[in-house]
């Protein structure tokens, strides 16, 4: 069995049940803040990654994340949030946690022990996607068979884990490992452990997003205004790229059915929905592309 750092002891808490509620709180603020400077070592091995999400992408390929207990619900949080943002097909990015659907709200015990139900489902994956393995220990067995399988199939693997010493550093194509230490409670990998897999998960989909065109500038292009929030944010993204009222970045967002790269399109071009669209598919629907084009005539 390979050494387990996430259960050691933290030398800096073990008075945490003494401390008054404020010191407690600050106690926990000062873990935290080693998190993002971790993050920041690995920085290029997160880049490596992005690249090969987004390479998988353009080619029609999916984005999977696996994981057991936090790890296997911060997985599926992330997926889910893809589709609204980006306004991506569900199958383009997928969580799946060891136990099933069922574990997403309720320990399924045993679950991260299961190597053949980690095979089993990698079966979805092809040698088209990515598959990411994410684990604070680097250890459940579930995991192991998860990249067994994505390995048989041909599957690209990267693995996201806070133990060097895990077998998923080990086993994984690429290993993005955020060695945060000892957490506030021993072996409570949902703290520190958890938040940097947190951040990391974020910059893989946004970032994978972003190099496919999903992103004009820092704006949320391709979000799906389904509520007055994002409808609000609709209006005001389009006005402001498109330089016009809000009133007129409405009109064009009526026209198209709320479709901003449409709507930014047709104001700049002067044109209707349908002819708007068909310049965008000229460009692979990438608007910074169509944009540049337009300026350089």
């Given at each position: 069995m390979s050494e387990v750092i996430t259960e050691y002891r933290n030398e800096?808490?073990?008075?945490?049940?003494?401390?008054?509620?404020?010191?407690?709180?600050?106690?926990?603020?000062?873990?935290?803040?080693?998190?993002?400077?971790?993050?920041?070592?690995v920085a290029p091995d997160i880049a490596i990654a992005i690249d090969m999400i987004a390479k998988a992408f353009l080619k029609g390929g999916r984005l999977f994340y696996f994981g057991a207990g936090t790890s296997g619900r911060l997985g599926i949080l992330d997926a889910s949030e893809c589709p609204p943002t980006f306004s991506v097909d569900p199958s383009m990015?997928?969580?799946?946690?060891?136990?099933?659907q069922e574990a997403f709200l309720r320990a399924v015990e045993g679950a991260e022990d299961n190597f053949e139900q980690g095979q089993k489902d990698a079966e979805i994956l092809t040698d088209k996607d990515v598959c990411?393995?994410?684990?604070a220990s680097g250890n459940p067995k579930y995991l192991l068979g998860v990249l067994d399988k994505a390995d048989e199939i041909g599957c690209a693997t990267i693995g996201i884990t806070c133990n060097s010493k895990g077998r998923i550093a080990q086993e994984a194509g690429h290993v993005i490992c955020t060695e945060v230490g000892p957490e506030v409670i021993a072996g409570s990998s949902r703290l520190k452990a958890g938040?940097?897999?947190?951040?990391?998960?974020?910059?893989?989909?946004?970032?994978?997003?972003?190099?496919?065109?999903?992103?004009?500038?820092?704006?949320?292009?391709?979000?799906?205004?389904v509520n007055e929030k994002l409808?609000?944010?609709?209006?005001?993204?389009?006005?402001?790229?498109?330089?016009?009222?809000?009133?007129?970045?409405?009109a064009a967002l009526l026209k198209c059915n709320w479709e901003i790269k449409t709507a930014i399109i047709m104001l700049k071009m002067n044109t209707d929905a349908d002819s708007a669209r068909l310049?965008?598919?000229?460009?692979?629907?990438?608007?910074?592309?169509?944009?540049?084009?337009?300026s350089a005539v």
């Open positions: 800096n808490t073990k008075d945490i049940d003494l401390l008054s509620t404020i010191d407690m709180v600050r106690k926990m603020n000062e873990e935290d803040q080693i998190v993002a400077k971790v993050v920041g070592d990015v997928q969580g799946r946690i060891a136990g099933g990411v393995a994410i684990s938040t940097a897999q947190k951040m990391v998960l974020n910059m893989l989909s946004t970032g994978s997003m972003i190099k496919i065109g999903k992103t004009y500038e820092n704006f949320m292009i391709d979000l799906k205004a409808k609000d944010r609709a209006i005001r993204i389009v006005s402001q790229i498109s330089e016009v009222s809000n009133s007129d970045a409405l310049e965008l598919k000229k460009y692979g629907g990438v608007l910074r592309r169509l944009i540049n084009s337009e």
